[in-house]
C-alpha cells in the first residue's frame, strides 16, 4: 500500500486548509486510516483516525470541532478538513493505514498504523 498525502502550505490563522491521502496498491474498503503530525523539535503525534467499518472517526483534543476527516471510497481517499488553524497546527502531517479496523484503544497509537506516507508541510503563520 502506498500513501500519498498533499494539499499543505502557508496560510494565516484562522484560516482553513484540506489536506487529501490518497492509498493505492490494494484497494480496502476495511482500512482505518488517520493523520498524525510532527511539529519541529516535537514528537509526532496523533490528529485524528477514521475507520472505514463504521465511519467512526476519533481526534485529539486540540483539533476537535476545528478538524474533520472524511473518507471518498471510490477513490480510496481521506480528507483532513482543518478550519481555524493556528500556529500551534504548523507540522508535518503524515497520513497512515493500515488494512484492519482498529479497535478504539488502538485508534491513536502510531505503533498500529502499517503504512505511512512522506508527509506535507503545513505552516501558519501571518
Known amino acids: 500500500v502506498q500513501l500519498q498525502a498533499s494539499g499543505g502550505g502557508l496560510v494565516q490563522p484562522g484560516a482553513s486548509l484540506r489536506l487529501s491521502c490518497a492509498a493505492s496498491?490494494?484497494?480496502?474498503?476495511?482500512?482505518?486510516m488517520g493523520w498524525f503530525r510532527q511539529a519541529p523539535g516535537k514528537e509526532r503525534e496523533f490528529v485524528g483516525t477514521f475507520r472505514a467499518g463504521d465511519r467512526k472517526t476519533l481526534y485529539r483534543g486540540s483539533v476537535k470541532g476545528r478538524f474533520f476527516i472524511s473518507r471518498d471510497n471510490a477513490k480510496n481517499e481521506i480528507y483532513l478538513q482543518m478550519n481555524t488553524l493556528n500556529p500551534e497546527d504548523t507540522a508535518i502531517y503524515y497520513c497512515?493505514?493500515?488494512?484492519?479496523?482498529?479497535?478504539?484503544?488502538?485508534?491513536?497509537?502510531?505503533?498500529?498504523?502499517?503504512?505511512w506516507g512522506p508527509g506535507t508541510l503545513v505552516t501558519v503563520s501571518s
Open positions: 496498491g490494494r484497494a480496502s474498503t476495511s482500512y482505518t
Open positions: 497512515a493505514a493500515t488494512l484492519r479496523n482498529l479497535i478504539v484503544s488502538a485508534m491513536s497509537s502510531e505503533s498500529q498504523y502499517d503504512y
